[in-house]
């Protein structure tokens, strides 16, 4: 079974740049998989950031972006502030009805 | 601005079944797709299921298959999941999300989530 794959952390200086990625265990991530990113805050639900690899849900600031990255989905955060610690999740659609998360990102911000 | 509103926390015993419901408003309900998905305590989040609303047809995850049955009522608007044989490691929060769009095979609109716990 294809597994998603996330760093598990990831650390970033106030004001730096992080990118996470989403990748498979076997293949390669493409537009085909319309990966999207979350972002989850303790006791709060999963916050929709980007979808469809590169389009920023509403109200979403644009320092936050989508791409593909080699053979990566790739969540991009440019001028990072403090209130974007939190977990950062992937999903891939898998084609069949199928969908499937990844492992997600605890995101340090210091 | 969608809202989906799922129903309160639930206590149970090992071995009972729980239902959860997500009352969806403000758009219509048969356009659109609804899934759920769990995170246990401190873990992440795993894709239980969907359902094609205006259908009916509903796919779940190998995982989940024979323990989850994703129904829906459209004249309530409102999409259900129901846990059966539970077990402590069900405990966990679950959440309704409403797909993007008709065309578009994303998570879109989370549900505030159900907490659901096993305890004997």
């Known amino acids: 079974q294809t597994v998603v794959t996330q760093e598990p952390s990831f650390s970033v200086s106030p004001g730096g740049t992080v990118t996470l990625t989403c990748g498979l265990s076997s293949g390669s991530v493409s537009t085909s998989y319309y990966p999207s990113w979350y972002q989850q805050t303790p006791g709060q639900p999963p916050r929709t950031l980007i979808y469809s690899t590169y389009t920023r849900s509403s109200g979403v600031p644009d320092r936050f972006s989508g791409s593909i990255l080699g053979n990566k989905a790739a969540l991009t955060i440019t001028g990072a502030q403090a209130d974007d610690e939190s977990d950062y999740y992937c999903?891939?659609?898998?084609?069949?009805?199928?969908?499937?998360f990844g492992g997600g990102t605890k995101l340090t911000v210091l | 601005q969608v809202q989906l509103v799922q129903s309160g926390a639930e206590v149970k015993k090992p071995g009972a079944s729980v239902k959860v419901s997500c009352k969806a408003s403000r758009y219509t309900f048969t356009n659109y797709a609804m899934h759920w998905v769990r995170q246990a305590p401190g873990q992440g989040l795993e894709w239980m299921g969907w359902?094609?609303?205006?259908?009916?047809?509903?796919k779940y995850a190998q995982k989940f298959q024979g323990k989850v049955t994703i129904t829906r009522d459209t004249s309530a608007s409102t999409a259900y999941v129901e846990l059966s044989s539970l077990r402590h490691e069900d405990t966990a929060v679950y959440y309704c999300?409403?797909?993007?769009?008709?065309?578009?095979?994303?998570?879109?609109?989370w549900g505030q989530g159900t907490l659901v716990t096993v305890s004997s």
């Open positions: 359902i094609n609303v205006d259908t009916g047809d509903t």
């Open positions: 999300v409403r797909q993007w769009s008709m065309v578009t095979p994303t998570l879109g609109y």
């Open positions: 999903v891939l659609y898998m084609g069949g009805s199928i969908w499937v």
